[in-house]
C-alpha cells in the first residue's frame, strides 16, 4: 500500500474511533501518528493543533489536512482529508435514514426526547467550558456581550458577527501589545 | 440546482465557523430560516446524533444536514463543501506561512472572534431550549417539564468532577433510557 492508501486509512481509522471532534482527538491522532506510524513528533502535533485552531473550518480535520501536506504535498492533503470525513459521511447516511424511517416510532420518540434533554445539559457545559476559555479580559467581555444581544434580540446573521469582531479583534489586539510594549520599557 | 446552494452554503460555514464543531451550530440555525431543508426540531435532533456517532462534530452536523436538504448527494455534498475552504487555507499556510499562529493579525483576529462565537453558540444553545423544552399546545407554548427537570438533572451531575469526565456518549444513552423508561 502506498503512502496515500496509509494516509487515507490511518485518518479513517481515527474518524471511526474518535466521538466529538476537537480537542477529544488529540489522544488518538499522538497515538496513532506519533507512537504507531511515527509519521509526526509529539511537539509537531502540537503545532498543527495551533494552526488547525487558528484557520476557518473542523479543527480535527485541519489537522488531518495538515498532516497530509507535510507526508506526500497537496494529494495527501487532499487524501488525509476525504479519509478522515469518510467514516462520518457513511454511518451520518446510514442513521439519517433509519431516523426518517423510525421517527414516528413511539419507543424512538420517546428515546429522543430523552436525548434532547440531556444534549441541553451538555449544550451548557460547552458555552461555560468555552466562555472560559475565550473571555479573558473586558473587551472580550464586550464582544461576547454585544454579540448575544445582538443575535439574540435583533437576528444579526452569525458571517456578520465573525467579520465585525475579527476586525475590531485586530485593531484592539494592536492597542492591547502596544501598551504591553509601552509597559515593558 | 439545490446542489450549487448545498455548496455554497456550507462552503460559507466552513470559512465562518472558526473555531471548530460546536461554532457550525448557529450557522446551522440561520440554515433553518433561511430555508425548508429541516425544521429547528430536527436540528435538536441532528444535535444528539451527531454528538453520540464517531466523527468530528462538525462535519457529521454538515452531513446530517445535507442529507435533510438533498438526500445521500446533498450528505457527500455538504460535507466535502464544509471541508473545502480550510482544505485551500491549510495547503496555502503549509506552503507559504511559517509560524502563522504567530502572526500579529492572525492573534487579533481569534482576540475578537473567539468571544463572539461563543456569544452565538449561547444563542443557539436558548433557541435549542425553547424547542426541546417547551412544546405548544394550543397555541399556548408549555414548559415539558419531566425533559426539564431530566436537563437540570443531567447538568448538576455534569458538576461532579468524575462523572463530568465521562464520555458524552454515556450520557446521551443514559437519557434515551430515561425517555423510553419514563415515556417523556
New interface residues.
Partial sequence: MGILGELFFAFAKIGVLTFGGGLTMLPMLKHELVEQKKWVTEDEILDYYAVGQCTPGIIAVNVSTFIGYKKAGIIGAVISTLGMITPSVVIITVIAGILTTFMNNVWVASALMGIRGVVCALLVQTVITLAKKSIEDYFCAFIFIGVFVASFLFSLPSVVAVIITGLLGIFMYKIKEKKRKGREK | MIYLILFYEFC?I?????????A?L??L??LA?KYDWYTKEQL??L??????????????MA??AG??AAG?LG??LA??S??F???V???L???FLNN??EK????????????????????S??N??EI??FDEVNGLTKL?VP??I???V??FL?QIKQL?KL???V??L???????L???
Avoid at chain 2, 14 to 22: D, E, K, N, S
Avoid at chain 2, 104 to 123: D, E, H, M, N, S
Wanted: net charge positive.
Fill in positions: 460559507k466552513g470559512l465562518f465557523a472558526l473555531g471548530g464543531g460546536p457550525t448557529p450557522f440555525m440561520d430560516d435538536a435532533d444535535v444528539a446524533v451527531s454528538q453520540s456517532t464517531p466523527g468530528p462534530l462538525g462535519i457529521n452531513t446530517f442529507y435533510h445521500i450528505a457527500i460535507s466535502l464544509l471541508v475552504p480550510s482544505l487555507i491549510i495547503i499556510v503549509a506552503k502563522f499562529n500579529p493579525v492572525v492573534k487579533g483576529i481569534f482576540y475578537g472572534i473567539r468571544p463572539a462565537v461563543t456569544g452565538l453558540i449561547a444563542v444553545v436558548i435549542l431550549f426541546s423544552l415539558n425533559v426539564a431530566l436537563t437540570v443531567v447538568f455534569l463530568g464520555h458524552p456518549g450520557w446521551l443514559a437519557g434515551a433510557a430515561a425517555g423510553i419514563f415515556r417523556l
